[in-house]
């Protein structure tokens, strides 16, 4: 713990005089025991912090789960709500066998890591089981991501699949390269730094956000869009998920977990920047959940206009996802950039979801929940957002004050940042790709992607699951059984309404 008690029995004899060895000994023990009270004390300060933060970025599972569904027509709403509880618990299983190894374990060249497969040798001096739990929940984050860009047509197995090999292989690397200490990339280097200063993206912008939103991308885009998303002419049908408030709810949900997420992210929060003064990492903390909320806003506030602007009408399902492509852009530079920089984050990162979202459509490109729009492309500004307003105050505070420390462009420390978060762009782009990408043409050349055609025109969840998610009538349900009626035939009704 900084500012730790210190004694030294001789030096406290000298002062106490002759024959007072036994007493400085003494004192000197008791000094130390308190030391070390302090001590366990700031550890369990900043376990419980994290454990706490782990709590709410978990619980963003449970908004993901509101907005799928929400999002999706009715006739779907099992199958989405199925595959959020998967990716949690595949992801669980897949991220402690292999995940958190390859993202946290040591590594000689800075690609993946090789330690603590199954938790094995677990804890170590640097990591304990909470900093495992925060991960694993920002792990199946990214797995939740990429199941809405997929939603209403792809088979159960193909879920498992890729939940499975996001969370315990392909985000682990990318974890590995910008967070590990011994990533290639990491700004955590003690040297040798990529451009000098390494890629910094504090909770995810591209780890968690471009990840999740690339692989969903390549899902949909080999998958193909749904029946009757465009004409033969090419014109675009909006299939409108059945349920605004679901949206919202799911929205308020994700909203309310960011704040562990973010501001979760320093992992610990007894660190005075400035012995003995009121200034220290809990005062970072605040900030970036300042930011955070301030780039959120910013971008509802942009969308609800711009999108009033473009279609004539206020819709609260765009002004939701302009929130959190907001949230999804300051996710990188959260802890680094100033309050007035968030606002600006916020206000571009609308523009770059309602410029993707109309170029998807000129594409052809079909993502029910616009979350390789809004998680890559609004991810990918973030990242670039960072190099240009980064403040060195802050950079210095959050990654450790070093000679060649580079920050922000347009707040005058150059180019080289900047540099360093293009270059993590391409490498997730890249990466992503080669394996997610490969990863669906193989299940759809085994025809494990897609579901039939009669299938995804009868809804998933009749035609894998079942039966309906909601029971609009007592006869719905096929295992209640009415006298002289057989199941689904439609129960009598009044011809006239009830009076008012």
């Known amino acids: 713990m900084s500012g730790a008690i210190t004694c030294s029995a001789a030096d406290l004899s000298a002062l106490l ?30 376990n419980t912090y994290l454990l706490f933060s782990a709590y709410l970025v978990f619980a963003m599972q449970l908004g993901f789960a509101m907005l799928c569904a929400g999002s999706v027509r009715a006739k779907n709403t099992m199958n989405i709500m199925l595959t959020n509880v998967l990716d949690a618990a595949a992801g669980g299983i897949s991220y402690y066998l292999f995940g958190y190894a390859f993202a946290f374990g040591e590594s000689s060249g800075g690609f993946i890591g090789t330690h603590n497969f199954g938790l094995k040798n ?12 925060y991960q694993w929940a920002f792990a199946i984050a990214a797995a939740g991501i990429t199941s809405g860009s997929i939603a209403e047509r792809t088979q159960f197995v193909a879920y498992l699949i890729y939940s499975s090999f996001l969370t315990g ?12 200490p011994d990533g290639w ?20 912008s ?13 899902g949909a885009l080999i998958e193909g ?23 919202v709810l799911g929205t308020f949900l994700l909203w309310f977990g960011w704040y562990g997420f973010n501001p979760g992210s320093f992992t610990k929060i007894l660190i005075p920047y400035e012995s003995g003064s009121s200034y220290g990492q809990w005062s970072g903390i605040g900030r970036t959940a300042v930011t955070t909320t301030l780039s959120g806003c910013t971008a509802a506030l942009t969308t609800l206009f711009g999108k009033r602007f473009l279609s004539g009408h206020w819709k609260v399902t765009d002004v939701c996802n302009g929130l959190l492509g907001g949230f999804a852009a300051i996710t990188a530079g959260c802890s680094v950039v100033e309050p007035w920089a968030a606002i600006v984050c916020g206000f571009i990162a609308s523009l770059v979801l309602i410029g993707c979202n109309k170029l998807a459509e000129l594409l052809k490109y079909d993502d029910p929940l616009e979350a390789a729009q809004l998680h890559g492309g609004c991810g990918a500004w973030g990242l670039i957002f960072v190099g240009l307003f980064a403040n060195e105050k802050y950079v210095n505070e959050v990654y450790g004050a070093s000679p060649g420390r580079h920050y922000g462009l347009f707040m005058g420390g150059g180019g080289k940042l900047l540099g360093a978060q293009l270059v993590q762009i ?20 085994l025809n494990l992607l897609r579901i039939s055609e009669k299938d995804e025109m009868r809804g998933m969840d009749i035609a894998r699951h079942g039966g309906f998610a909601y029971i609009y009538h007592d006869n719905d349900d096929e295992s209640i059984q009415f006298p002289g009626m057989t199941p689904g035939s439609p129960l009598p009704r009044r011809s006239d309404p009830p009076s008012l």
């Open 17 to 46: 005089g002759p024959n007072s060895t036994a007493a400085a000994d003494y004192i000197c023990g008791q000094l130390g025991t308190v030391n070390n009270k302090f001590t366990d004390a700031a550890y369990a300060l900043d």
């Open 122 to 133: 677990f804890p170590t001096s640097t990591s304990d089981y909470s900093f495992f739990l």
């Open 169 to 180: 292989f392909v985000y682990p690397v990318v974890a590995h390269w910008f967070w590990s």
């Open 185 to 204: 990339a990491s700004p955590f280097l003690s040297a040798d730094r990529l451009f000098g200063t390494g890629a910094i993206d504090f909770a995810g």
């Open 206 to 218: 591209g780890v968690v956000h471009m990840v999740g939103g690339i692989a969903g991308l390549w």
């Open 225 to 247: 869009p749904r029946i009757g998303r465009f004409e033969e002419g090419g014109r675009a049908i909006a299939l409108r998920g059945h349920s605004a408030s679901l949206v």
């Open 426 to 445: 391409v490498v997730i782009v890249g990466w992503v790709s080669a394996t997610m990408g490969t990863l669906f043409f193989i299940l759809k050349q």
